[in-house]
């Protein structure tokens, strides 16, 4: 048998910051795992099939004197609040069929069968006899040490909130406290993402012609825009935040013909007529505007009949805050060390994302890919083509930290392009 290790057991830490009475044990081994746990918190072995399972996949039985593990018998899920969680297991025992707590609820309860003294660990473990187990109850769920909680603790960059309404942080005022620092930190082009990633598969599904009428719609500081009246597109970009003030600044400055409009996107089909335009551009917005399916029903009509729509969203699957990433350890620099973690895809509670200081706040409004493609087709709007930019070998050669067993494996973008079907 190995002996203690200098390190605390996993679950004896994590069930303390509840229960301040818990008594914390060494670990048994002193090995890498990142959940070191003592002989407390280890395995039991199952008196039917002799498998050793986790203490929280078997339950003793007072009566027949037996472990019983989730392989061997019936299982019941309880809700019930203890310690970090909002549930526990019970297993029906194999030989009188009573349904008895898994391990780590049994401890909570005072019926482990070290608490009861039906077994005494032959190993060195002080064991916890609660006493006031209506106060080893998180109050907040899910707590931070829960499930994915805990990983994402270990060295998350954003912080991210779901909001329960709009009161703290609506959507034009966070996109104006952004604008400053956005401004300023915005380089021609875009940042790496825009400029290699987003707006050449923009562009590129856009496909705008000479003389063409386009709207972009939430045009932000007016890089798309820019792009587009390059190409000879007689442009026309809306927005309602500050961020637009930076585009009519640099219209003003080097004119290229844009007609900018600092008036609210969900306006657009009282601003403009019906069919007004050739082609319409939504970048990197539509996951911020909380009304989508007012904004698309209007795009639809502004539109002309097989006109195109092609937006830019940040990816409803692998990107914040559905998918955030951490690493372990969490000052490592080496991109396999990123692990990524899907949260809750069809969590819809407005989320906002809190970057690193003096970068800017995002508001995003989660929604599924399903939520995106009904939305479209009941406005008679199909979708002819979708792309999700892979890093290339060229961009893999020239920006490895991006890409590198990161853009290579995952897209963070996913880019839309619509056709306005003819009416019925
Ligand atoms: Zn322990
Ligand atoms: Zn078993
Ligand atoms: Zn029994």
Redesign the pocket.
Known sequence: MNGASSKLCFYCVEYKKVAKDYPLNYAFVDHEEITPRCYLHWQYE??????M?HFNG?AWCSDCKE???????DEHMVKKKFLVYDYYYTIDC?KCNKPNPALDYAEFEGSHPFQIGNLVPIEDVVVWMPIHPEEAVSDQFPNPTWGANRVENMGNINTITRLESLEKADPKSVWDANAPNWAKNWSEGGDFNHKYFIIPEVLRLLDVKEAEKVLDVACGEGTVARHLANKGARVTGIDYSNMIDYATKRECEERSGINYLKSDSLKISETFGKESFDKIVCNMALMDIENYKSLLKQISEVLRESGTFVFSITHPCFAVPTTTTVRIPKDSQRNEDKIRIVKNYFEKKPTLVQGKSGSVNLLYFQRTISDYINALQEVNMVITEMSEPQASEELKEKFPRDTYLDMELVPYFLIVKVKKASEL
């Open positions: 199952c008196s039917n099939c002799k498998n399972t078997i472990f019983t593990c989730l392989s061997c018998a194999k």
